[in-house]
């Protein structure tokens, strides 16, 4: 990576790059980061890739929320309003309770990948 220079970000989840690194490995090797990187993204409770797209997006458009914290939300997968505090702890805008509330009840829809 050195030498290279950053053209864009955009924030996605770790089911998407866990797609994105194992479609790679079919036609290359991965480096020693990518290794690392997708052995973490294996070991943790996701959500499918499908249903991680899906939850960032109605996340961003039914909730308004930024991607950034979309991309958390789904990578975190909170069980509790704890959870919901820790990743809205540096938002410049509060969410309250009840929006956290509804979130949660919004994520119980979905089942994590064991």
Same mark, same amino acid.
């Given at each position: 990576m050195i030498g290279k220079e950053v053209i864009d970000t955009e924030p996605i989840t770790g089911s998407q790059v866990k797609k994105i690194l194992e479609e790679f490995r079919e036609d290359n090797e991965l480096n020693y980061e990518q290794n690392i990187t997708l052995n973490h993204l294996e070991r943790f409770d996701r959500y499918s890739a499908e249903d991680? !797209? !899906?939850?960032?997006?109605?996340?961003?458009?039914?909730?308004?929320?930024?991607?950034?914290?979309?991309?958390?939300?789904?990578?975190?997968?909170?069980?509790?309003?704890?959870?919901?505090?820790l990743i809205f702890a540096k938002e410049p805008s509060k969410t309250d309770k009840e929006d956290m509330e509804k979130i949660l009840e919004f994520l119980e829809q979905y089942d994590v990948e064991e």
């Open positions: 991680a !797209e !899906e939850i960032f997006q109605k996340l961003q458009d039914d909730f308004g929320l930024r991607a950034k914290v979309a991309a958390h939300i789904v990578d975190l997968v909170p069980k509790d309003l704890a959870d919901m505090r």
